[in-house]
């Protein structure tokens, strides 16, 4: 029977574990790139023999463990380290979270939802030296819903992943899978994003704005504006009613207790919440730095 191994980060790879449960098909070893708390490891070892699993592990790491159990297959689960040398030794399928061949590349959850897409997928493809390209194996979709959080729609797509997984494997390691293309010509890419492009900028666009602080309310780095040379982060959004034309700038067009309303440049209002406007000093007609 064909043998597999799982490498991935944080608790990614925990998600196929559970699928697989007690069942007959059992991986040779788990690798994780980065050490995790004591809780997570608790519930991998529930699944996985200490001797079996490995944290803290880079490429190099990798191939020195799959050389030693030699799996068929290795299913990776969020590594974000570039896959080499290791593609010539082992096939890998990977997981990626994103209706492929559209949204290859970093983070497309946090793009998906900030494009406002309806529905979104996770996919289990090949993994060749190109981004996000190879066969794709296996691929679910899931309704997006309105108002969505990254981490919301990240628990959505892995519980999809566990749900199919081991009927997955199972057909796939019997030959009973045939993949379909990922063609390069209908593939879209996103960018790779980083803490500074929570500040808000979408300002011509007052739904963009809405669903990126949605979206990002669930991270380290949830959406900001500049006001006064203050930093304000923002958890939480909503469509005003009042209508503006001719702006030049966003500003603060009403101050409530827990939150302010600003004027965007496609003339609608937004109010944001949650936030006492006198911790910032934001007053009336202040002008949001862009």
Not at 164 to 186: C, D, R, T, W
Not at 262 to 280: H, M, Q, R, W
Request: net charge positive.
């Amino acid at each position: 029977m064909m043998t597999f191994a799982i490498a991935g980060s944080n608790d990614g790879p925990l998600y196929l574990l559970r699928s697989l449960k007690a069942g007959s098909l059992q991986p040779l070893f788990v690798g994780l790139q980065k050490p995790v708390s004591p809780s997570l490891r608790q519930e991998y070892l529930q699944y996985i023999k200490p001797e079996n699993f490995f944290e803290g592990i880079d490429e190099s790491g990798l191939m020195d463990i799959c050389k030693k159990y030699i799996p068929g297959i290795l299913f990776n689960v969020y590594c974000n380290f570039r896959f080499t040398v290791l593609l010539e030794k082992c096939k890998v399928l990977n997981i990626h979270p994103a209706p492929l061949p559209r949204y290859r590349g970093r983070h497309p959850m946090h793009w998906a939802l900030i494009n406002g897409e309806k529905e979104f997928a996770i996919s289990i493809h090949k993994m060749e030296k190109e981004i996000d390209a190879g066969d794709i194996y296996w691929q679910q979709f899931i309704k997006v819903k309105k108002g969505m959080s990254v981490q919301e729609l990240r628990s959505a797509l892995m519980n999809k992943l566990q749900s199919g997984f081991a009927e997955f494997l199972k057909k796939y390691i019997s030959g009973k899978v045939k993949s379909k293309p990922n063609p390069e010509k209908k593939a879209t890419y996103v960018a790779k994003r980083y803490p500074e492009d929570s500040l808000l900028s979408e300002w011509g666009d007052s739904r963009k704005i809405i669903r990126k602080v949605l979206a990002l309310r669930s991270g380290a780095n949830p959406a900001c504006l500049k006001i006064k040379n203050s930093q304000v982060s923002l958890l939480q959004a909503e469509a005003g009613n009042r209508k503006y034309e001719g702006l030049v700038r966003p500003f603060v067009t009403r101050i409530a207790s827990n939150g302010f309303e600003v004027a965007c440049l496609d003339g609608k209002t937004i109010f944001f919440s949650g936030i006492n406007p006198k911790e910032y000093n934001i007053q009336l007609n202040d002008r949001i730095e862009l």
